[in-house]
Every structure is written in C-alpha cells, then in structure tokens.
C-alpha cells in the first residue's frame, strides 16, 4: 500500500486540478504574443475574462490553468496591444470622410477636377474639401480662388490644406464671412494680391469662413463617427486621442459609446476656449472604461508647410518672415495657469522652434521641475539644440507623429535650411529626454496606418522607399522604442499605462492579430503587414475577409 500511495496521490491532484481549472471567455493559444510589458515577454497563449486578461503564457500552462468555451487557433499568428494613436482628429478624420478628398493631388488643375466630380455628386449645400498640398505640386505656390469663383459662382466653396492651417475660398464663401481686403488678426493672414482677395486664408483667418459652415447634425456625425471606427478597427486601432474638441461634441461621444454605438476608446482633450474650461470646471475629469477627458488641446504656431510655424530665425525660402504665435505668450501662461489649478493635463501644438520655446519656458515655470503631471508637446518638430534638454528637466512629455518626418523631408531643408533642418523631427533625440516617447499619425493630416508610423520611425523611409539611406537616421527608433510608442507610452501619455498598453494580467484585452512580425520582418516588408483581427475588451471588432 505504501509503494501505491504516492501514485494515487499524484493522480488524484491531476483529477482535482482538471476539475478546478479556472474558466475563461477566450483562449488564444498557438501565437506569438507580445505583451510589450517591462521585459518585452513574448507568450504562445492568452486567457480572458470579463473583458481583461487573466493570464499569458505558453500553451501548455494556459491550457493546464484554464478553460473556455471559445478558443483561437493563432495558427503562428503575432498578436501585439491595441494600438493607440497619441494624436489623432477622430472626429475630423470622420467628418472629413463625407467632404471631397483632395489628398495625393499633384496640381491645382487636378484639385478642380476632383472637385467638379464631387460637386455633380454632391449639387447642393456648401462644397468642402481637404487634403490639399502645394508642396507636393510642380509649381509649389499657393494657389488663388479665381478658377473656383468661374467653377461656382453662386456656390460657396472652402478647401482646407492637408494640416489643416490654412484654406482657399471662393468669392462666395468670402462674401458670405464677411471676409475684406486688408483685415488684420493676431496669428492669422488674410492673403493679398494687387488688393484683391486670393481665397487664401492662414491660421487664424481659417476661421472667418469655417465658422459660419453650417454643422452637421448629430445624426450625420454618428453615422461619420461609425465609419471612422471601422476604419480604425482595420488599421488596428483600439484607442484614439482626439487633440481638439468642445464639449458639445465629447458629450455625444459620451452618449454614442454608452449606447453601444461607438466602440472606439477615445482620450479627449477639450480645445481652448472659454466654454469647455467652464464645462471642465463644473464636471471636473471624466473617465469611463471608453472615454477619458482630462486634458486641453492649446496651439501655440501653425505649421510649417504653410510657413506658420514660429521660427527663431527667418524662413530660409522667404527671407524676413518667421511665422506667428497664433496667440500672445501671455495667453498661454493664462491657459496654463488654469489648467494648473484645475489639475489636469496640458496638451500644446508646437511646431516651430520659437513656438517651441516659449511653450517650453511656460511649461517649466509652472511645473517646478520633475513632476508626474504629464504635460505634452504636440509635435515638437523643430527644437533648438539648446532646448531639447528643457523636456527632460520638467518631464515634459513630446508627442510626436514619425510620418511628419517623411511627409515633410522633400522640402523641410528649403524651409529651415541646411543646419537647422538637422535639429528637426529629432525623435531619438526627444525620446532620451524621459526615457519614452508616445507615438501618432495626426490623422487626417496623415495616413491612419500604424504601419506607417512604425516604418517612419525605424526606417526614416515614406511608402515609396525614399530615401535609401532613410532620413536623418541617427533619429531613427529600435523597434521596441516604435512599438512601445504606439502601445504602453501612448498609453502612459493619457494616464491608463495601469488599464492598457499592454497584455499584463488585470488590464483591458485590447489587441491585435497580425499577418507577419514587426520585430523581425524584413524592412521593405513591413509596409505590407495586414491586420487580421481587433479586439476590444475582448470582443472581436475587425475580422479582415
């Protein structure tokens, strides 16, 4: 009996472990996970429940310690966090998917094309575009409104430049905004030729026209905001940071998400205005599992495509011109102030090096230092050398979008010349300041697909292969630095690195499966990773046909 006993005892635990696996929701098993976690663990297997992750690891531990009703076969599938977009326009992206798309055009003259096509399509209300770009044309001038005002006489017309800083309108749509020869405003320019109107409106004086644009109704924007989603579940995106919106619109956010209609996680950051600071006074920080409002979205120049940007030293292509503060310095250690004292976070569009700087120097007095405060810097795209060290010394966080870099090399060093162009899209750079760096696209300024932002980053290449030797490569990321920029930093940039960013026990089961690796796929290839499914919270929201 004696030689038997250690057996039965054995089997017996076997019998009784069998019996008490615990049960799941989902099991993957058969992949190569990446849990993007302190360590970079990689696991074969994956347990939820509830939504969240009850465990990772290999196959036969996960196997042996749980059970559930549905299982995937990852088939040597790679499954990575949910992406998250660090800075986004969610809601104008959606928008913007009902206006005539203008992107990829290379001339004036294919942009009325596409319009005239849109126009029959479309024969009533106002005709609104976006997408253009004059630097990606032969004749690389802004364009003048005379051609739209013979096209549409009697229809008013806005087209907004690919960054979203300036606008040509037609004489219709100048008329109806009231919009004069020779008006003047603080970080804006109402363009001139001969003494007459052109249409082109930069900055500021975009808003004489956008503003009286009729809006569209909730409805229109649900549907709008549905379709955004699914294009992002496609793209892999699980979270989104929405840099810009009033609170009328993250109230029906609100609403469509507690409804069911929107899945989509979205971090909110309120724009600057008096309005939603007295709305974020009165209800204070909002956070539910799929919505987070704890910050506010301030510009401080325009951008550099439109010579907006503000400059220490004059444009190199247009001597004696620096760009503009959209607002005085004096506003923004207002706005700073406030947002201090109400304890949340702020969020600051800086493009130039002088914008930089003075967002920088207003930061630091109010933050005394390191602090955990997070306060970010939009794009932070072209710092002076002596600068960059100001992040690092009041943990001030840069948000940077790595296709900017490979959007705007072709013609960047025109702009900022030789030497200066070297301290520009420092990404590595600015990444060693707090040790992480959050990652986006700035979509619909950009593409929507993490790939490219992933590929930007590591290879300093756009999607066409140029440059061979990529650009500025000693900015380059590793591909754990991208990776991590996209999941756990981006998350850490909204202040959920505890409920996402990466597949750890008790966090949101928000992933992706993928078609090939990203930390091992050859550099031409990995423009070409498909995304296979989205899952959020454990429910499947993309499945690629």
């Known amino acids: 009996m004696k030689k038997w006993f250690p057996i039965s005892l054995v089997l017996g635990s076997l019998l009784s472990s069998c019996g008490t696996r615990q049960k799941a929701d989902l099991i993957i098993q058969n992949a190569t996970i990446y849990s ?11 347990a939820i429940a509830g939504g969240r992750i009850l465990a990772t690891g290999s196959n036969a531990a996960i196997s042996d310690a749980y059970t559930a009703d549905s299982t995937i076969d990852g ?128 900055d500021n004086a975009t808003d004489l026209v956008t503003n009286i644009i009729p809006p569209p109704s909730a409805a229109t924007i649900a549907s709008a905001l549905d379709q955004a989603q699914q294009n992002c579940f496609a793209s892999g995106l699980t979270t989104v940071d929405d840099c810009g919106l009033d609170y009328q619109m993250v109230n029906l956010i609100d609403s469509l998400q507690r409804n069911g209609l929107l899945k989509m996680r979205v971090y909110a950051m309120l724009s600057d205005n008096p309005a939603n600071f007295s709305f974020a006074a009165a209800r204070g920080k909002i956070k539910t599992d799929q919505l987070n409002v704890r910050s506010f979205k301030v510009y401080a120049d325009g951008a550099l495509g439109s010579r907006g940007a503000c400059l220490l030293q004059p444009y190199s292509d247009k001597p004696g011109w620096s760009g503009f503060l959209l607002s005085s310095a004096s506003h923004f250690d207002s706005v700073a102030a406030t947002i201090q004292k109400m304890g949340f976070q702020m969020c600051t569009h800086a493009i130039g090096d002088s914008g930089n700087r003075v967002i ?24 002076a050398n002596a600068d960059l060290r100001l992040f690092g010394q009041s943990a001030i966080i840069p948000s940077v979008q790595p296709t900017h870099a490979t959007s705007d090399m072709y013609w960047a060093g025109d702009r900022l010349g030789a030497e200066r162009v070297k301290t520009a899209y420092a990404y590595k750079e600015l990444l060693q300041q707090n040790g992480w760096l959050p990652l986006g696209t700035d979509f619909p300024v950009e593409d929507i697909s993490p790939f490219k932002t992933f590929y930007a980053a590591v290879v300093r290449k756009d999607a066409k292969g140029y440059p061979a030797a990529g650009f500025q490569m000693e900015n380059a990321l590793t591909r754990e630095e991208a990776l991590r920029g996209m999941t756990i930093w981006a998350a850490k940039a909204n202040f959920e690195e505890d409920e996402k960013g990466s597949l750890e026990k008790g966090k949101w089961a928000d992933f992706v499966i993928l078609n090939q690796d990203l930390m091992k796929a050859p550099p031409e290839k990995l423009l070409a990773t498909k995304v296979i499914s989205t899952w959020i919270a454990g429910k499947n929201v993309y499945q690629k046909k």
């Open 360 to 383: 920088l120097q207003i930061y630091a007095k109010y933050l005394n230092g390191k602090n955990d405060l997070r306060w970010r810097i939009e794009h932070a795209q072209v710092v």
């Open 75 to 202: 088939s040597g599938q790679f499954v990575y966090p949910g992406f998250i977009d660090a800075h986004a326009h969610f809601v104008g992206y959606a928008l913007g998917l009902q206006k005539a798309d203008l992107t990829g055009t290379d001339s004036w003259e294919s942009i009325l094309g596409r319009l005239k096509e849109f126009a029959a399509a479309h024969p009533e209300g106002w005709l609104i575009g976006r997408g253009w770009d004059q630097n990606d044309w032969a004749v690389k001038n802004f364009p003048d409104n005379s051609e739209l005002n013979k096209l549409f006489p009697d229809r008013p017309v806005v087209l907004t430049r690919v960054d979203g800083h300036a606008v040509i309108a037609n004489q219709k749509a100048l008329d109806l905004a009231g919009v004069k020869p020779g008006a003047t405003l603080v970080g804006g320019s109402v363009e001139t030729k001969n003494g007459k109107l052109t249409g082109i409106l930069i």
């Open 36 to 46: 993007v976690d302190s360590s970079f663990a990689a696991a074969q297997s994956m």
